[in-house]
């Protein structure tokens, strides 16, 4: 079955560490995207890429690191500069063919990371 | 960016047709407006789409205002397994693609 796939679907890192949250898609999606969310609150883009070997950031996209090597792989290293990096983490894909054909997103399951 | 207002929060009674709307005065000739939901501590699910004209899928029905400044998700026999926050998105004019952004949307609480 094609999808998204995140994984760990729980991380817990100690304080000061860098930490890589995997995000694999088989969908042949051109567009990938790292989405943060705390309690109770909407989704926050990261970053976000619309083909390989590029990427653009965010609205948050400080302490935060991505590489886009292959079409199918985008990967979100949380790293120790990120000042409050306890939270829910999403990886979403879609087609995007371009902002006036609409187009839906896919979304993982999310990965929740927990720093202590 | 087009924005977009919904309520905070929303209860609806099992089996009876949920509406939620969804007001974007700002919106463009051009932008479609989106429709997602997210069940607690999952990722967000799409529902549907539309640009112009009124839509319906397998999930749900969506009413476009003439004027476009409007919108209504209607779940047309809400179940408990409905419940969730429901996103109504338009996607920013500076990019292209399908960079969503995610407002706090509308809990919408179905009860038995």
């Known amino acids: 079955d094609g999808g998204i796939t995140q994984s760990p679907k729980y991380l817990f890192r100690k304080e000061g560490q860098n930490v890589t949250l995997s995000c694999e898609q088989n969908?042949?999606?051109?567009?990938m995207y790292w989405y943060r969310q705390d309690p109770g609150q909407g989704l926050r883009l990261i970053y976000y890429?619309?083909?390989?070997?590029?990427?653009q950031k965010g609205d948050i996209a400080e302490g935060y690191s991505v590489s886009r090597e292959k079409k199918e792989s985008f990967p979100l290293t949380v790293t120790s500069a990120q000042k409050n990096p306890t939270a829910f983490y999403l990886c979403?894909?879609?087609?995007?063919?371009?902002?006036?054909?609409?187009?839906?997103?896919?979304f993982g399951q999310g990965t929740r990371l927990t720093v202590v | 960016d087009a924005k977009t207002t919904q309520p905070t929060s929303m209860d609806c009674a099992e089996g009876r047709a949920a509406n939620l709307p969804c007001n974007h005065s700002?919106?463009?000739?051009?932008?479609?407006v989106y429709w997602y939901r997210q069940i607690h501590s999952q990722g967000p699910q799409y529902i549907i789409h539309g640009l112009k004209n009124n839509e319906t899928n397998e999930m749900a029905s969506l009413i476009i205002t003439e004027d476009r400044k409007s919108s209504t998700l209607i779940l047309p026999h809400a179940t408990l397994r409905d419940t969730a926050v429901y996103y109504c998105i338009l996607p920013p004019e500076e990019t292209s693609g399908s960079r969503l952004t995610f407002g706090e949307g509308t809990q919408l609480t179905v009860n038995p």
């Open positions: 890429s619309q083909i390989v070997n590029d990427f």
């Open positions: 969908l042949n999606h051109d567009a």
């Open positions: 979403a894909s879609s087609l995007d063919r371009g902002r006036f054909d609409g187009t839906e997103a896919f």
């Open positions: 700002t919106i463009s000739g051009n932008e479609y």
